[in-house]
């Protein structure tokens, strides 16, 4: 009686891992599913003429995608180039004021900018640069990207900062250098890997976003490398053209999707190799 | 003389050509470079901290900026449709008429869904990851995973659900017995799940890992199975992280636009069951933003944005607060 009691348990422990196992390793089953789908789909489309064209119109067989890749590729550069400063900058606060009550507003604003949806950045974006500006402009995009990949790369800035030993700061002001050579000089030089590590992770993740650019960079079905006006992004593209009626720009979407796709886990992938071999933690 | 300083050894008549050479002008001057070179680094000391504390306020005046933003465009609204604007269930902009509650219902009823339907997967993850196997090849290829599952972008998930999941789900609405229509509340949920998987566990394996190994080993001491330690020590004690996950994975799935606009339906009707296709918040400003034409139509839509911020912020800040309270312990 005893003995079966105990058998039991030990059955139901073991029931209970294989549950866990199974349940574990089917959030496996999407991404696979969702990768081996896209790359089904996407592959047989992509070729030469599909990078340097500009989409035709419905009807016409042919046509590339050119414009979107161009126009993400500026929009994404754009943002980096107003954020990266701004974010290490305010991490750089961050570490340096542990303490002041501007530190404690600031580090709550960092974790409220994290979470608000990126459809609310969007209008946001709208009504701070759209409507003055008096049009859909590419900049208008990149300010809303901007804004969604300062969190990022604050709190990634502040982490890394954190771990490095303050002897080193020390010894460098001991030294009578100056605030600002100690940190350009010391400091980030030390903790290079792991800012560029977040910086990496924020290009990675507003390379997909597609709401704030909606009311934003608007798209366009031409090329163009002009900031002032609409700009076409891969997700926008991506987002149109999958819910238009057309199989010809169904097809170009399944392709752009798949350059997409890789786009983003490579990003993501190269930066977890990076973090790896430095020893970054994020 | 030339050679001596090159290789960096100063000779003795060098060194007194230096001391000959350094009249008294020549030290003052040398004194009043460095001096100023000091001023030079103190005023840049000085720029340099005040851009740090801009930074810092900016981060501030943006969160402000953003919120103020959304109150002053949604006044309109506020003031001509009041407080039923929220309770109001038809949505009808041509006929002036804003209710909010169809998207309201439909954004609670989808994220709540999805968050039923991922959670069994990603406590499964973050237990299996925090406890039964934290190291090893096959650990790691499941923890890599379920993070690039967060990877995937939105429009991605939606496309792939209108073309993959739609399909199968209204196969499956044939064989219930519902109006078949694929697109609809059920699809956006299911597409939602996946998408939120990775926040719960990831969080959730961390919390895991911080359980103390004596406790574990008491109850292994005690007789305990291995379920019995999870059942009765591991999940008691993550209770609240895991709650704070969750937490945060409600936010995201509140928050989450694109790939629900694809598979939702955007319908502006209250939803009659789980099947039917409905609108969420985020959807409904996806679709019609650009569109709205009459400033109270736009700044009724507004108004749904300053819920979704007012509500996902909330979400958040409770559930940051539990992490710091949990891993100060």
């Known amino acids: 009686m005893k003995a079966d009691n105990v058998k039991f348990r030990i059955g139901k422990s073991y029931g209970f891992q294989a549950l866990v196992t199974a349940l574990a390793f089917a959030c496996v089953i999407p991404l696979i599913a969702i990768l081996f789908f896209i790359i089904k789909a996407g592959i047989t489309k992509i070729n030469w003429h599909f990078l340097v064209n500009v989409p035709k119109p419905v009807g016409e067989v042919g046509g590339g995608i050119a414009n979107a890749l161009v126009g993400s590729i500026l929009i994404i550069a754009v943002a980096s180039v107003i954020a990266v400063p701004i974010g290490i900058m305010a991490g750089i606060y961050l570490s340096e004021n542990r303490k002041s009550r501007l530190a404690y507003w600031c580090r709550l604003s960092v974790d409220i900018l994290q979470g608000v949806p990126s459809i609310v950045i969007g209008i946001i974006a709208y009504f701070w640069l759209v409507k003055p500006l008096g049009g859909f402009s590419a900049l208008s995009g990149s300010i809303a990207l901007a804004i969604m990949m300062i969190p990022i790369i604050v709190r990634s800035t502040e982490e890394t900062l954190k771990l490095l030993p303050s002897s080193l700061q020390e010894a460098a002001f001991a030294l009578g250098m100056p605030f600002h050579r100690v940190i350009f000089k010391v400091v980030l030089p030390v903790g290079v890997s792991g800012i560029l590590s977040g910086v990496m992770l924020s290009i990675a993740r507003i390379t997909g976003e597609t709401a704030p650019l909606l009311f934003t960079a608007f798209g366009n079905p031409y090329l163009s490398t002009n900031l002032t006006k609409p700009m076409q992004s891969l997700p926008l593209l991506i987002f149109n053209y999958a819910t238009s009626p057309y199989n010809d720009w169904h097809d170009l979407a399944w392709g752009a999707s798949l350059i997409l796709l890789f786009w983003v886990l490579f990003l993501n992938i190269f930066t977890k190799l990076i973090t790896r071999k430095w020893k970054v933690q994020l | ?329």
Do not use: C
């Open chain 2, 1 to 329: 003389m030339d050679t001596s300083v090159e290789n960096g050894i100063v000779t003795r008549s060098e060194l007194q050509l230096r001391v000959t050479n350094s009249t008294p002008e020549a030290i003052a001057a040398k004194a009043k470079k460095s001096l100023k070179r000091s001023f030079r680094h103190i005023r840049t000391e000085s720029v340099f901290k005040r851009t740090l504390i801009i930074m810092g306020l900016v981060m501030v005046i943006l969160v402000l900026g953003i919120f103020l933003t959304l109150v002053v465009q949604s006044l309109p609204s506020i003031k001509s449709l009041g407080l039923k604007y929220l309770w109001g269930k038809v949505w009808d902009p041509v006929q002036d008429i804003y209710g909010a509650f169809p998207f309201l219902l439909g954004t609670l009823i989808s994220s709540f869904l999805a968050l039923i339907i991922s959670i069994p997967f990603s406590v499964a993850v973050a237990i299996f990851l925090g406890e039964y196997h934290p190291k090893g090849w096959l650990p790691d290829f499941l923890k890599n995973t379920v993070e690039l599952i967060a990877a995937v972008p939105s429009v991605i998930y939606g496309f792939w659900g209108l073309a993959i999941l739609v399909p199968m789900v209204r196969t499956l609405e044939n064989h219930i017995g519902v109006e078949p229509v694929g697109v609809g509340i059920f699809s956006s949920s299911l597409i939602l799940a996946v998408m939120i998987i990775p926040y719960a566990a990831s969080l959730g394996r961390s919390m895991i890992q911080l359980v103390p190994s004596p406790l574990k080993e008491a109850a292994y001491g005690l007789g305990a199975t291995r379920w019995e330690v999870i059942r009765s020590v591991v999940l008691p004690y993550t209770k609240s992280g895991l709650f704070a996950g969750i937490l945060l994975s409600l936010g995201r799935a509140l928050g989450e636009t694109m790939a629900v606009t694809m598979v939702i339906g955007n319908t502006s009707i209250i939803p009659k069951n789980i099947f039917a296709p409905g609108n969420t918040m985020a959807s409904v400003i996806a679709n019609e933003f650009t569109e709205a034409d009459k400033p109270v139509y736009v700044s009724a839509l507004i108004e749904l944005g300053l819920v979704l911020f007012l509500v996902t912020v909330v979400i958040n800040l409770i559930g940051k607060k539990i992490i710091d309270r949990f891993t100060n312990d």
